[in-house]
Nanobody
Framework: QVQLAESGGGLVQAGGSLRLSCAAS????????MGWFRQAPGKEREFVAA????????TYADSVKDRFTISRDNAENSVYLQMNSLEPEDTTVYYC???????????????WGQGTQVTVST
């Protein structure tokens, strides 16, 4: 299993950008596809983006596919989410997690960190 710590969130105006980071610990980081998710209080968790073990393949939710970019650096045990053209609807807490495959976006492992808050103002 991988221990995860998200960071990089903050307050930004609509149309602005943020870069989220997910720092992982554990020797098996490279064995996992990784994903970003978001969840607001009282709402269902949403899939945002996923990346394969090597970083060669990515997939995105329709709501973010033209604005967000997921990447990873296995040498640094890190996953990133570059968010551009942010909208107020993007406001929520963002989490990263491991996936059995980049294809299995609805089945993350039960290994959640604290998340990082993203707030987009009008």
């Amino acid at each position: 299993q991988v221990q995860l710590a998200e960071s990089g969130g903050g307050l930004v105006q609509a149309g602005g950008s943020l870069r989220l980071s997910c720092a992982a610990s554990g020797r098996t980081f490279r064995s996992y596809a990784m994903g970003w998710f978001r969840q607001a209080p009282g709402k269902e968790r949403e899939f945002v983006a996923a990346i394969s073990r090597s970083g060669s393949t990515t997939t995105y939710a329709d709501s973010v596919k033209d604005r967000f970019t997921i990447s990873r650096d296995n040498a640094e045990n890190s996953v990133y989410l570059q968010m551009n053209s942010l909208e107020p609807e993007d406001t929520t807490v963002y989490y990263c997690n491991a996936l059995p495959s980049y294809i299995t976006t609805m089945s993350p492992y039960d290994n959640w960190g604290q998340g990082t808050q993203v707030t987009v103002s009008t």
